[in-house]
């Protein structure tokens, strides 16, 4: 079983600035919480790996934000440089 998540950056529009950030984490299937004594073993190992692509989708789309902001940033300071 697989968790997908999908991020983007839209402005106010709705209109999708960046392509979208996808990160996919292999998961445990829903039949092994099953038996109640290994919830806390199973869910570990859904947890984890959730919690480390939250952080990888967290750190690229940042990533995607702050280089289109240093882009803008970056071309203003070359069409002034031009006048």
Do not use: C, H, W
Not at 45 to 60: K, S, Y
């Amino acid at each position: 079983m697989k968790v997908r998540m999908t991020a983007e950056i839209v402005d106010n529009n709705g209109d999708v600035v960046k392509t979208p950030v996808i990160v996919e984490t292999d998961v445990p299937d829903i039949s092994e919480f099953s038996d109640p004594r290994e919830f806390y073993k199973v869910f570990d190992r859904f947890e984890r790996p959730v919690i480390e692509a939250r952080n990888e989708l967290g750190a690229e789309i940042a990533k995607e934000y702050l280089e289109e902001a240093s882009f803008l940033k970056g071309g203003e300071k070359e069409q002034e440089s031009r006048n």
